[in-house]
C-alpha cells in the first residue's frame, strides 16, 4: 500500500492528499460537505460504504470478484481493480468511515469525455426489500429504463480548450426517448461541442472511439459474450462508464476509449442463470452505437448540411438522418422510425 | 382456400370438420365446451379472437408480420403460417365468431413432445392498462419469469407406446426452480419415461434434439441473432414452443425438432428499439439448454447409476451429477452452485 511509506500519522497524510473528483459525472457527491467518493493524485479511488448494507453488498462484491479466478482477463480489465477498504475521513466532516479503495478510472485524463449508463430495464431485484422494489419499479417506468433497457445516468462531453466541457443536469438526461438517446450517443463522439441541443453531432470519431477492434464496442460485445455464459453474478443496477480524452483524437493520436463497470451495491448471487435483465439492456445498448457506427454516411451528410440547415433542427433519429437529406426543401420533420407500423395497433 | 370447394353450407362443413387439439400444453382449451382452438385435418389451426383488443391486436400482428418482406426467410419459418381470419361456430356453443386460421404446427406428428416456455422476465409493457401491468407483476414474481427470464406454460412428454404421455399440471411447472427446470429439459429429451418425478434423465435424444446444425438450440440461436437486430416487434408474453417426435429417434430416424414462436396477443411496436426483454430471457433459455449439451457425460454418468441410486435421487442440477457422482457413499445433497459464494452476502 502506497500509504505506508508515510512518516507521520497515515490518516492525516491521506486526509490531506484527497479531493473531490472532478470528473465525477452520477452518484453522490463529494461536494458542499456532503458524503461522496474521493480522489487521491496516486490514481486511486476512495468510495464511502454506505450505512445500510449497501456498502457492505460492494465490499462483498469486490473481494469475490477480485479474487475469482474464473473471470477472464479480458473482462476484468473491464472492471475497476480493488485495493481493500481502508478507513478514511469522510467528506462530510461525519468522521472516520470504511472506504472502498479503487481504481480512479479517469485518473490517467486530462479531459476525459464520460457517460455513466445504469443498465437493465429492471433495477430492482427479488432480494430487496418491498419498499425498495416498490421505488424503482417506479423509477424504472418514469425513466428510460424500461422503454430502452438502460437509463443514461449523467454525462461530460468535453469540447475543446475554449468551450469546456457539457454537463446537462441529470434528470434531463434520465428519461430521453430512444431519438434523444440516439443524438446524445452520437454528441460523444462529435468534434464540435454540444451546448446546443438543436445542433446536428457530426459524428467525427465515431469509428474511433466506438468503432475499431479495441473500441467501445468491441468492448461492449466482450462483455455480451460473458454475460451471455457466465451465471456468478447478477449486477443489478450496475452502470457501464463509457470513457475516452478527446484532445488525443484532435491531436491525431491513437483513441483510448474504455468500458468500465462500477457500482455494485445491488449485486447478488447468479445462482446458475445468467443475468438475463443485464444482457439484455447491454444488447439495447450495443444496438444503439453500431447504428451510428453502420450509417456514418449519415452523420457525415448531416454535418455537410449543418449550417444551412442548423436553425430548423430537432434531436433526430438516426433514419430521419437519411430522410432529411431528401426532404430539407420541404422541411418535414415527420418521425420514420424503422418498423412498418402494425396494421390496427 | 380449402372450404371453399365443399358443396354444401360452408360453416356446417367447417364444423363437422373441427375437433379439439390432442397436443395443446398450455393456454385456454376447447374442451367441456369452453372457448379454445380447434384444429381440422388438413394442418390448419383455429384460434377464436378474444372479444377485448387482445384478438385484434394477435391479428394486427399476423397481418403486418406476415406481408413483412424485412423478416427473413430463416426467421420466419419459426412462426406458423398465416392464412387470414375467418368466421366459425366458437367451441363454447356461442354462436360464431372470427377465428385466426393459423398452421397447426403439430399437425404432421402423431406423438409430440411439446413444451411451451413464455419468453421475458416482464410480461407487461409500458402500454398496458394499470390493472393488467399489476396483474402481470404479480405472477411473473410469483412464477420462474422473474428468476430465470422465462417460465415453462405447460409441456407434454411422450415416453412409448405403452406409457404415453407425461403431462404435469401446468400449475407445477410454471414456478420451477433453476434445478427442476434443468430436470425438466433434461426429460424432455430423454428415452425413458418421466413417470417419476425423482427419475434421472438419461438425455437419450439431447444431441439430436437439442444438438446439431438443425437442432433446437440451432434454430433459437438463429432467433437470438434476429432479435439482437430488429427493432420492429416487441413480443410481449409470447412463447417458443419446443417440438419433436420421439418415435422418429427411436426408429433411428432423423430428428426433426422444431422452435415455433406463438401467442401474439400482446405484440407492440418495437419503434426503433430492440426488444431487450424477449432478447434476455431468450438468452437464459440457451444457457439452460447448452448446459445439458455441454455436460452430455454428466447425464450418461447418471443413466448409469440410475438402478443403484434412483431411490435417493431428488431433482438435481447439472452440478450435482457430477458432485452426485463422487459422493455417492456419503449420500450428500448439498446443493453445489457454479459460482463461488459472494463473502459476506
Known sequence: MVFSTIHSSIQLSIHIMLKVPDHQVA???????????????SGRFYKPLQDDDRGSKEVAFYSSFSSNTRVP???RRLFPVFHGTQLLEASDGSGLRPH??????????????????????????PEASEDYIQRCFKKDRETSSLSLGFRIS????????????????????????????????????SSDLPVDPNSD???????????????????????KAWFEDQTMY??????VLLVYEKEKLLKGERSDAEVKLIDFAHVTEGKGIIDHNFLGGLCSLIKFISEILTSPDECTTKACLR???????????????????CLQDSDKNTNHSENGTIEGM
Open 73 to 75: 482477463d479480458h473482462i
Open 234 to 239: 447478477h449486477l443489478n443496477s450496475c452502470s
Open 27 to 41: 452518484g453522490h457527491q463529494a461536494r458542499n460537505g456532503q458524503l461522496g467518493p474521493l480522489i487521491d493524485d
Open 100 to 125: 472502498l479503495v479503487l481504481e480512479d478510472v479517469v485518473s490517467t485524463r486530462s479531459h476525459p469525455s464520460v457517460m455513466d449508463i445504469k443498465i437493465g430495464s429492471r433495477t430492482w431485484y
Open 154 to 189: 449523467g454525462l461530460q462531453i468535453y469540447g475543446n480548450e475554449e468551450s469546456g466541457f457539457w454537463k446537462p443536469e441529470r434528470k434531463l438526461v434520465q428519461n430521453l426517448s430512444a431519438a434523444d438517446v440516439r443524438v446524445v450517443l452520437k454528441k460523444f463522439v
Open 307 to 325: 449550417d444551412s440547415e442548423k436553425d430548423k433542427e430537432i434531436l433526430t433519429s438516426p433514419d430521419e438522418c437519411t430522410t432529411k437529406v
Open 201 to 223: 453531432p457530426d459524428c467525427a470519431f465515431a469509428a474511433s472511439v466506438y468503432g475499431g477492434s479495441t473500441g467501445i464496442l468491441a468492448q461492449l460485445l466482450e462483455l
